[in-house]
């Protein structure tokens, strides 16, 4: 399969495991040394982001992917931006809005990983 569409089958499990909250596919898709940096520039580490999910502070209830851009590194890295549409609540206060992802994957063996990642609010 094309470096590119692993990618684009990889954001899509990301999504799934986003929207039910599941922690166990988020440990395997988020490398360790992940950097996220959100929205309102709060950087996390792999560790904080799935509690987030694991504890229910975060949940997702909607998320829309629109345009897609990936960019593929020398076929072991690659670099996404996303529109997704999100709606779900955060600290049992609810939130809904468009934000635009970048994340970049990296190839370990035959399984990817996000990286890095940020997002912002559009």
Do not use: C
Request: charged share 25%.
């Amino acid at each position: 399969m094309p470096v590119t569409a692993q990618i684009l089958e990889s954001e899509k499990h990301l999504y799934e495991a986003m929207r039910n909250s599941d922690a166990e596919h988020l440990d395997y898709l988020l490398h360790d040394d992940l950097v996220y940096m959100t929205h309102d520039g709060t950087v996390l580490d792999k560790i904080t982001d799935i509690e987030l999910h694991r504890s229910g502070i975060l949940k997702i209830s909607e998320l829309v992917a629109g345009e897609t851009f990936v960019s593929v590194i020398d076929g072991s890295s690659a670099v996404v931006t996303v529109d997704i549409n999100l709606e779900g609540s955060f600290a049992e206060e609810p939130f809904k809005g468009n934000f635009r992802y970048l994340r970049v994957w990296k190839s370990f063996g035959e399984d990817w990983k996000v990286i890095a990642a940020s997002a912002t609010e559009i």
